[in-house]
């Protein structure tokens, strides 16, 4: 999730077109002995993928394995970005992560949904709980409904999970601050290097939040998810998994009432439950009621690797959460544009369908 400050202030096969950079330019992968950065490295090269090109969806089986780390509940383009995942038969969704603030209100919110649709395949675990760092919009729908069983801690769960999986097999769509796979590298980082990469939503490069979804500002923002966990992405940039990165720049792409009612009006499970959640977000924002699909982005990239193209950069994360370019190798892929029109008419069909 990221949110607008309003102060004055994909397997898609390669052959689907995505360019591949030249060797001297790919992402730092697992360095053999220490990273610079400060995260150990593997011991095996059976552990750990090798490091993806930038500019190239990681690859993967069809259909691909992911886990979604998001902060649902807050803002609205969580939800959208979950229901995503859900309605693409070309990914398999093996887990949900709940992270940052109240994250066993978040893990049971997604329960909710999960036991509504029929999906209760998918194990939904909590990571650890933090301070607010925003209105948690959505919570009465959140706690509604049977109560459901605690959700597992996500750090034993997950870990677990990638030491059990073939390394690279799972790609991790990271949509929240990065308080929980902050904490995963700080436990076991040999573990998530076996990820096939992480595809997330997070930083400002170029240009930053505009003054009306849809818009960026000429300057860079601070953008919430690094403000709230500058250290965690810090972390993850110097693990040597590849990273594919989706700023401000790639991420205002709004739903404008016509989108949302054209959404809402194919009456699918997943659009009826969009349906519902959208008054409580709408209601709260104290000015505009068009969110702004920024979670939406890292989801369409991994279906639809024509809808940005990455560009390789070295990410210099500061304390205060700034994500400016430095002059080091390449740490991920970052989109630094978005082709909206795609992303809108992903989401209709996608939803439409299912």
Same mark, same amino acid.
């Given at each position: 999730?990221?949110?607008? +400050?309003?102060?004055?202030?994909?397997?898609?096969?390669?052959?689907?077109?995505?360019?591949?950079?030249?060797?001297?330019?790919?992402?730092?992968?697992?360095?053999?002995?220490?990273?610079? @950065?400060?995260?150990?490295?593997?011991?095996?090269?059976?552990?750990?993928?090798?490091?993806?090109?930038?500019?190239?969806?990681?690859?993967?089986?069809?259909?691909?394995?992911? %886990?979604?780390?998001?902060?649902?509940?807050?803002?609205?383009?969580?939800?959208?970005? *979950?229901?995503?995942? *859900?309605?693409?038969?070309?990914?398999?969704?093996?887990?949900?992560?709940?992270?940052?603030?109240?994250?066993?209100?978040?893990?049971?919110?997604?329960?909710?949904?999960?036991?509504? %649709?029929?999906?209760?395949?998918?194990?939904?675990?909590?990571?650890?709980?933090?301070?607010?760092?925003?209105? !948690?919009?959505?919570?009465?729908?959140?706690?509604?409904?049977?109560?459901?069983?605690?959700?597992? =801690?996500?750090?034993?769960? %997950?870990?677990?999970?990638?030491?059990?999986?073939?390394?690279?097999?799972?790609?991790?769509?990271?949509?929240?601050?990065?308080?929980?796979?902050?904490?995963?590298?700080?436990?076991?980082?040999?573990?998530? @290097?076996?990820?096939?990469?992480?595809?997330?939503?997070?930083?400002?490069? @170029?240009?930053?939040?505009?003054?009306?979804? =849809?818009?960026?500002?000429?300057?860079?923002? %601070?953008?919430?998810?690094?403000?709230?966990?500058?250290?965690?992405?810090?972390?993850?940039?110097?693990?040597?998994?590849?990273? +594919?990165?989706?700023?401000?720049?790639?991420?205002?792409?709004? *739903?404008?009432?016509?989108?949302?009612?054209?959404? !809402?009006?194919?009456?699918?499970?997943?659009?009826? +439950?969009?349906?519902?959640?959208?008054?409580?977000?709408?209601?709260?924002?104290?000015?505009?009621?068009?969110?702004?699909?920024?979670?939406?982005?890292?989801?369409?990239?991994? *279906?639809?690797?024509?809808?940005?193209?990455?560009?390789?950069?070295?990410?210099?994360?500061?304390?205060?959460?700034?994500?400016?370019?430095?002059?080091?190798?390449?740490?991920?892929?970052?989109?630094?544009?978005?082709?909206?029109?795609?992303?809108?008419?992903?989401?209709?069909?996608?939803?439409?369908?299912?």
């Amino acid at each position: 999730m990221t949110r607008r +400050w309003l102060t004055p202030l994909a397997l898609l096969l390669l052959s689907s077109g995505v360019v591949q950079a030249p060797a001297a330019t790919a992402p730092r992968g697992v360095p053999a002995a220490t990273s610079p @950065r400060g995260v150990p490295a593997a011991t095996s090269p059976r552990e750990v993928p090798a490091a993806a090109s930038p500019r190239e969806v990681p690859a993967a089986a069809s259909p691909r394995e992911v %886990i979604v780390d998001t902060d649902i509940g807050d803002d609205y383009d969580d939800a959208v970005a *979950l229901a995503l995942v *859900l309605a693409s038969p070309h990914l398999k969704l093996d887990a949900v992560i709940t992270s940052f603030g109240d994250t066993a209100l978040r893990a049971r919110m997604v329960q909710r949904l999960l036991r509504e %649709i029929g999906r209760t395949d998918v194990a939904v675990v909590a990571g650890p709980a933090t301070p607010p760092g925003t209105r !948690f919009t959505q919570s009465a729908w959140a706690a509604g409904g049977p109560p459901p069983a605690a959700a597992p =801690g996500a750090l034993g769960t %997950i870990l677990a999970r990638l030491r059990a999986e073939p390394a690279g097999r799972i790609t991790l769509i990271e949509l929240a601050p990065e308080t929980t796979l902050g904490a995963m590298l700080a436990r076991d980082p040999v573990a998530v @290097r076996r990820l096939a990469g992480v595809v997330l939503m997070g930083g400002s490069v @170029r240009r930053g939040y505009g003054p009306t979804p =849809g818009t960026n500002s000429d300057s860079p923002s %601070i953008e919430y998810n690094v403000r709230r966990d500058p250290a965690g992405l810090r972390a993850l940039l110097g693990s040597g998994v590849p990273v +594919w990165m989706m700023p401000l720049d790639a991420t205002e792409v709004p *739903l404008d009432d016509a989108a949302r009612q054209r959404l !809402f009006a194919t009456g699918t499970p997943l659009a009826r +439950w969009l349906a519902t959640l959208y008054p409580a977000w709408a209601d709260s924002t104290g000015g505009s009621r068009e969110p702004t699909l920024f979670d939406v982005v890292p989801v369409a990239w991994l *279906l639809r690797p024509d809808v940005c193209r990455p560009v390789p950069l070295d990410i210099v994360v500061s304390p205060a959460g700034d994500s400016t370019v430095g002059g080091g190798p390449p740490d991920a892929g970052v989109c630094l544009d978005i082709d909206r029109g795609a992303v809108l008419s992903l989401l209709q069909d996608r939803l439409a369908a299912r």
